[in-house]
Nanobody
Framework: QVQLVESGGGLVQAGGSLRLSCAAS????????MGWFRQAPGKEREFVAA????????YYRDSVQGRFTMSRDNAKNTVCLQMNSLKPEDTAVYYC????????????????WGQGTQVTVSS
């Protein structure tokens, strides 16, 4: 079992930045590829970014490429999502996700979820 706890959400103006963190506990953290998903009101949860077990490979949805950066620190059992140049359409609840082995790039393959953190971008 892996427990994931997100933090760092909040309210920011368009063009601003936020840094989300996800702290993991339980099993060996480096056994898991990690990801971020988001869900806006009335919409389905969608993939945002993922990182492999070592941090050597990252993946992003097209709409956040170049604005968001995902990283991990296996010594501290944490992953982060640095979000720059935020837009109102980035408003959503952001969820941390873990998957054994391969990256969690879709909902159906995620093994563990965090509880989510709200990000609101005002125009």
């Amino acid at each position: 079992q892996v427990q994931l706890v997100e933090s760092g959400g909040g309210l920011v103006q368009a063009g601003g930045s936020l840094r989300l963190s996800c702290a993991a506990s339980g099993r060996t953290f480096s056994n898991y590829a990690m990801g971020w998903f988001r869900q806006a009101p009335g919409k389905e949860r969608e993939f945002v970014a993922a990182i492999n077990w070592s941090g050597g490979s990252t993946y992003y949805r097209d709409s956040v490429q170049g604005r968001f950066t995902m990283s991990r620190d296996n010594a501290k059992n944490t992953v982060c999502l640095q979000m720059n140049s935020l837009k109102p359409e980035d408003t959503a609840v952001y969820y941390c996700a873990a998957r054994t082995g391969a990256i969690p790039d879709r909902i159906s393959v995620v093994d563990y979820w965090g509880q989510g953190t709200q990000v609101t971008v005002s125009s």
